[in-house]
């Protein structure tokens, strides 16, 4: 739920109304990238992504996010949390009921803070 909050800023930055777009509009690509589907998805492959880092540099949120990290040690210790995570760990087996938990509240937590920006 983080990531979509997340790529619905962006949108929000870019204007862009819908970011599943990327993909059925043409009118979406840039005159150099209309016609080559190599190179028009290496133009949005940034968007694709589950780096949650990534993604508040690119929704322009990110000096917002350092700020409050420096301020708030509760959002600081979700984001240690919430930061150790990537696509692989869907996967994973061995974590804790209180791991699962833990990791849940701390992205409530940060979907709070960001939905304000929405």
């Not at 993909?23 to 005159?31: A, E, G, I």
Request: hydrophobic content about 40%.
């Amino acid at each position: 739920m983080l990531l979509s909050y997340l790529k619905a800023k962006i949108c929000k930055t870019l204007l862009i109304p819908d970011f599943f777009d990327f993909d059925k509009s043409k009118s979406r690509r840039l005159p150099i990238t209309k016609g080559k589907k190599s190179e028009k998805d290496n133009l949005y492959k940034p968007f694709r992504v589950h780096d949650y880092e990534q993604l508040l540099i690119l929704s322009g949120l990110y000096s917002e996010f350092s700020n409050k990290i420096k301020n708030d040690l509760a959002f600081g210790a979700d984001w240690s949390v919430i930061s150790k995570w990537d696509e692989n760990l869907r996967y994973s087996i061995g974590n804790t009921k209180t791991d699962v938990e833990l990791f849940i509240q701390s992205i409530k937590n940060l979907m709070l803070w960001l939905r304000q920006y929405l």
